[in-house]
């Protein structure tokens, strides 16, 4: 994408302060770790509530599964070309919002594996591998519905 290393690095300076830099620090900005943490969880809890109850039957936390996606913006979890087209929805729209939505209907599409799990590291093990998800289907699908 960059033939100059100095080029990239300012790109990425520029999108790092602009964005990422939200998701390293705890404050009270909306487009925070925190008010994203808590969108995701309204999300979840009001569009899948089996899903709800069943993270809260088993004494798990829904952020605790999601919240390395949101921290690291997906980054390492989806396949670079998937990152990307996340990344371009983020700039298109310049918000952080769609993180949380994303983790939202990645739980939803994922939904009767997880109901099937009564264990953090079998709710994990369900959730390991993203690679075979694609970012904007599973965004339009879920914006369509309505469900999330």
């Not at 298109?92 to 949380?100: G, K, Q």
């Amino acid at each position: 994408m960059y033939d100059d290393p100095v080029a990239l690095y300012f790109t990425f300076r520029a999108f790092y302060t602009r964005y990422w830099f939200r998701l390293h620090e705890v404050s009270s900005h909306k487009q925070g770790i925190l008010c994203l943490c808590l969108l995701f969880e309204r999300l979840l809890q009001r569009n899948e509530p089996q899903l709800w109850f069943h993270f809260r039957f088993i004494n798990i936390q829904p952020v605790q599964v999601v919240f390395k996606w949101l921290m690291r913006g997906f980054s390492g979890h989806l396949p670079p070309e998937q990152l990307l087209y996340l990344w371009d929805v983020v700039l298109a729209y310049d918000s952080l919002e769609v993180l949380p939505l994303l983790a939202a209907a990645i739980l939803s599409f994922r939904k009767e594996s997880i109901l099937a799990v009564d264990s953090l590291q079998s709710v994990e093990a369900v959730l390991a591998d993203l690679s075979s998800l694609a970012v904007m289907p599973i965004l339009q699908l879920t914006l369509m519905k309505g469900n999330i």
